[in-house]
Nanobody, 124 residues
Framework: QVQLVESGGGLVQAGGSLRLSCAASGQTFSTYAMGWFRQAPGKEREFVAAINWSSSLKSHANSVKGRFTISRDNAKNTLYLQMNSLKPEDTAVYYC?????????????????WGQGTQVTVSS
């Protein structure tokens, strides 16, 4: 089992940047597929980005492509999401997720473990 703790959220003006981190417990982080999802008030949780265990495969939602970048450091058991050129519509709670099968995973239902979320608010 793995426990996930997100950090790095906050309030930022449109056009600004934030870097989210997700610290994972346990010795098997390096074998897990990881992902970022977000949920805005009144909306369903949606896919943002995913990365496989070795970082050889990545995927980003069309809405964030070219602005957000997912990465991981297996030596530090940490997942990252670099968010640039933020827009008000990026405002949401951001969650990291882990799947013990290490391939690329894009669906909410494909992940077994979730963090508690971190709030990102982008003002116009």
């Amino acid at each position: 089992q793995v426990q996930l703790v997100e950090s790095g959220g906050g309030l930022v003006q449109a056009g600004g940047s934030l870097r989210l981190s997700c610290a994972a417990s346990g010795q098997t982080f390096s074998t897990y597929a990881m992902g970022w999802f977000r949920q805005a008030p009144g909306k369903e949780r949606e896919f943002v980005a995913a990365i496989n265990w070795s970082s050889s495969l990545k995927s980003h939602a069309n809405s964030v492509k070219g602005r957000f970048t997912i990465s991981r450091d297996n030596a530090k058991n940490t997942l990252y999401l670099q968010m640039n050129s933020l827009k008000p519509e990026d405002t949401a709670v951001y969650y990291c997720a882990a799947d013990r099968f290490g391939g690329l995973r894009l669906g909410v239902d494909e992940y077994q473990y979730w963090g508690q979320g971190t709030q990102v608010t982008v003002s116009s």
